[in-house]
């Protein structure tokens, strides 16, 4: 079936893994990549399927509402899969208006858009989809009631750590919003208003949730990507407070592999979280990135952890995030496909692969911009 998909974003970190997935196994899809190529934006994530007969790039800003107006139109844009957005939570404490307009006011903007164009046409919403990706950190922080860790309830083949949980509540789809970071109640604003649109206009949407990403071509100001090229090049690794606050990575392609089985088969107005019941502790995932890249540079065990540096904490610093997805393998059968470690040998091997791709990222305004961070803490 001939479909115009808009996916916005495409040109950053899960975006590119979404857009390349589509291009390349829906040849009858046109596929329209919106971003607006900020910091965190870059064509070079997209090389290899750049010239597919099915692709168009469009840079432009989803805060502009008549852009979005013009290119929904221009484009017969039928389903949105709506990535586009700034994602750090660090810069968001920095500058959070940023947050609102881009995230908040970017939403709308798209939203309005191809409200309006979809109510023009004869079939109306009729086989239409407006696809949020939204985040864990929407629902707050969980306790660490198990510091230790103790063995997880659920596991996927994503889980490893011995499937340690680190407490006993988790994220479900139904679990009250109540996000800390200007970064998090910027997306859970935005998530409201994706819901709003259905429930007043009947627009037909609907809501992921995920949690922490890893994998190739993540901006290097995130944990992991930050830390292999920080290893590689013999410079501190900053650890936030005691690197005791838990995360539950999930790998990128499988986040992917998640939005293209929701975006076909999940069901309108509902919302679905998508994780990998893998936990593990700042400080346990750090040692587990110094033992692999230490290892494929040929390094001594435990050469690079002399890099480790405990510094100031991040402000209002979520202790736990650990979403309960089982919802989406019951009633979608998505599964996880890598074992943590698995992933984690192929994300920093691409990372080591492509050091031409992270020399050009981190020279320039990048480096500038780290190096006063790092100062700060
Ligand atoms: P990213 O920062 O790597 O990429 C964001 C992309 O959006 C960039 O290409 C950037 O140029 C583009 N963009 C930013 N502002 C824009 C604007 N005003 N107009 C048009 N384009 C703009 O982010 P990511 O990590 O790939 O995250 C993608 C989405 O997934 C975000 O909505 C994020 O909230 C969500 N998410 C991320 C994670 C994660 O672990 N990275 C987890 C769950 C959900
Ligand atoms: P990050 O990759 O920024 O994702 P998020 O804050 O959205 O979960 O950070 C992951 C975890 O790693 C988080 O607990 C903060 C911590 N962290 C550090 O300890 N040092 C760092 O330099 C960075 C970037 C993050």
Not at 51 to 54: D, F, G
């Given at each position: 079936m001939k479909r115009n998909i808009l996916i916005t974003g495409g040109a950053g970190f899960i975006g590119s893994h979404v857009v390349r997935l589509f291009v390349n196994k829906y040849p009858d899809y046109n596929i329209v990549n919106l971003d607006k190529l900020t910091y965190a934006g870059n064509l070079a994530n997209l090389k290899d399927i750049e010239?597919?007969?099915?692709y168009t790039f469009v840079k432009a800003d989803i805060a502009d509402l008549d852009e979005m107006r013009r290119i929904v139109n221009e484009y017969k844009i039928d389903g949105i899969i709506h990535l586009a957005a700034e994602s750090h939570v660090d810069r968001s404490i920095k500058d959070p208006f940023t947050f609102a307009r881009t995230n908040v006011m970017g939403t709308l903007a798209l939203l309005q858009a191809a409200k309006e164009y979809w109510e023009t046409l004869t079939e109306k919403y009729e086989g239409k989809l407006f696809y949020h990706i939204s985040t864990d950190e929407v629902y707050g922080a969980l306790e660490m009631t198990h510091p230790e860790g103790v063995p997880a309830p659920f596991t996927t083949k994503a889980s490893s750590n011995d499937d340690m949980a680190y407490g006993t509540e988790f994220f479900l789809e139904t679990t009250k919003y109540n996000p800390h970071s200007p970064y998090s109640a910027s997306k859970a604003s935005s998530d409201h208003f994706v819901r709003a649109y259905h429930d007043t206009y009947g627009m037909p949407t609907l809501v992921t949730n995920c949690s922490n990403n890893y994998g190739p071509y993540q901006f290097p100001e995130k944990l992991i990507p930050l830390f292999i090229n920080n290893i590689r090049n013999r410079k501190p690794l900053p650890v936030y407070g005691k690197g005791e606050n838990v995360r539950d990575w999930l790998f990128v392609e499988d986040h992917a592999r998640a939005i293209d089985l929701i975006f076909h088969k999940g069901k309108v107005a509902e919302t679905y979280n998508i994780g990998g019941f893998n936990e593990w502790k700042n400080i346990d995932l750090i040692k587990v990135i110094i033992k692999t890249v230490d290892r494929l540079l040929g390094n001594p065990e435990g050469y690079s952890e002399e890099l480790i540096t405990f510094v100031t904490d991040r402000l209002g610093h979520d202790m736990r995030y650990a979403i309960d997805s089982r919802k989406l393998q019951s009633e979608l059968g998505w599964e996880p496909s890598l074992q943590f470690e698995e992933g984690i040998e192929k994300t920093v091997r691409w990372y080591l692969d492509n050091q031409e791709w992270m020399d050009n990222i981190t020279s320039g305004d990048y480096e500038r911009y780290y190096d006063e961070m790092y100062k700060n803490r």
């Open positions: 010239s597919k007969p099915n």
